[in-house]
């Protein structure tokens, strides 16, 4: 697994390439909970280069989504692969994370 941040406009994306695993869940909550100390409305997380993601995965895009909300902040999802898309759908989170376009930041 691979981890990059980037900013669109004055959005901060974290490009989360690979499997992401509890043996890497670790780096990523780390990565979100950073970028969550700025002061962005909103948080992306680019999923077009990410094949796979477990059940710990879910959960701790959960709970940074719980977070933001709390805060009155957004977690969004950028292209996710249909794979990751189905997991999301499959498991009703298609319901929590709003899906956007890098297009629509620019």
Not at 5 to 16: D, G, N, S
Request: hydrophobic share 40%.
């Amino acid at each position: 697994m691979r981890l990059r941040i980037r900013k669109v406009k004055l959005t901060p994306v974290l490009e989360v390439s690979g499997e992401v695993t509890c043996k890497n869940i670790n780096k990523i909550t780390s990565k979100l909970n950073a970028l969550r100390k700025g002061d962005s409305k909103m948080i992306a997380i680019d999923l077009n280069r990410t094949t796979f993601i477990d059940s710990s995965g879910l959960g701790a895009l959960v709970y940074i989504w719980r977070i933001l909300e709390e805060e009155h902040r957004h977690l969004v999802i950028f292209n996710p692969l249909d794979s990751i898309r189905d997991i999301f759908e499959d498991t009703s989170l298609n319901r929590l994370f709003k899906y956007i376009k890098v297009d629509e930041l620019i």
